[in-house]
């Protein structure tokens, strides 16, 4: 609970009201030109390009 930015106190009552969800994350390697295949495949693409996220057309 301090972990998540909880100041007060925490009491035994408190403690079992608490519902908690945990995440697990994967870590991937792999090369630029694996990447924008993945892209393309899962993506799409404008003109040849990969659609990435973040990028704006024309700018």
């Not at 697990?24 to 003109?47: D, F, P």
Request: no cysteine; charged share 25%.
């Amino acid at each position: 609970m301090r972990k998540a930015g909880y100041n007060g106190t925490i009491t035994e009552s408190l403690r079992k009201k608490i519902r908690v969800t945990r995440y697990q994350s994967t870590l991937y390697t792999m090369h630029y030109g694996e990447y924008t295949a993945y892209v393309k495949k899962n993506r799409g693409e404008i003109n040849g390009e990969p659609i990435v996220n973040g990028f704006k057309p024309g700018q």
